[in-house]
């Protein structure tokens, strides 16, 4: 039997399986439209032009600070880029994550990054570290702000401080963990060079290639903070523009975004596409009506969705003439 077999077999069910619950939350999506028809048939949207063009204007920053946060990471990782070609790399590595399967993304941005003398195991793991990073803070924003009924019946002010303070020193100790995996990695390097077929694999990924600097790494974590808390601030600005928010529906709002962007990170759909929706409609629902809060959430969607169609093709187009920096 091929010793591809295996792992192509556990391939084929993984992306079936991903499919199969990404299926379901489609189902229930469109059974909670129908159950709630005549509240959706309510929707009563006025859109507040300054409003809009803030949420626009602080979406697009939010995109580009995470880009820069990558691109702060990866020189930690050896390896400094210009900000052009970063941008290129980032954003159309990230178009992937819309497609049914979690590797994708890591090996798009592995190809992409490798012509410029990024190394690939680190260009990999970059992705893992910076989807970390970005539930971490999630989780920190969401244990502050998010409504007291968010994690249901059970927890209470207790499991939110345990959330929160457990994703806080998870952002602090990045360095000596995912960032800062070679000290696990050689244990791997040993035993694949015990083996003779995985000898070659281990010479080509350097024993050092996934320890990054742990200033840089701080640095790369309070910029991906950042865009969080500013794309926190465009989920506002949105709601002040098409449901009629108030100033006092600030921190309501805000919370409700991160846990929908928590949930929808840890969730099995690509890019979380339709569980965050669920998780902000609902949360949003007693205070804008589920109709209101279910528009609400799909323009935060379609928000994201126009400005990454914007920011690809200029992506594209940009640092390909751009040589590396010499490596640090």
Known sequence: MNDRTGPKAQRTVGTAVRWALGLATAAVIVWLAVRNWDDLRQID??????????????????????ATGWRELIGGYGTSLACQPALRIWMLSQATRYLPTGLVPIAARASLAAPLGVNRAAAGASVVVETATLVGWAAVFAAL????????????????????AGAAVGLATLPWTLAGASMWWRRVDRF??????????ADRIPPDALSAQRSTVWQATLVYGSSVAL??????????????????????????TAAGVLVGMVGITPAGLGVREVVVAALLADRFGIGDAAAFAIAVRVLEFTHELVLLPIAAAAGRASPPEAPR
Do not use: K, Y
Request: glycine content about 12%.
């Open 145 to 164: 702000w998010a409504p007291s009924d968010w994690l249901g019946t059970a927890g209470g002010w207790l499991v939110r401080i345990v959330i929160g």
């Open 45 to 66: 949207l006025s859109v507040e032009a300054g409003w809009l063009i803030g949420a626009i204007t602080a979406s697009f920053a939010a995109t580009l600070l995470l």
């Open 231 to 256: 794309r926190l601030v465009a989920t506002v600005l949105l709601a002040l523009a098409v449901v009629g928010a108030g100033t006092g529906d600030v921190w309501l709002v805000a919370g409700a």
């Open 192 to 201: 694949m060079r015990r083996v003779v077929l995985l000898r070659p694999m």
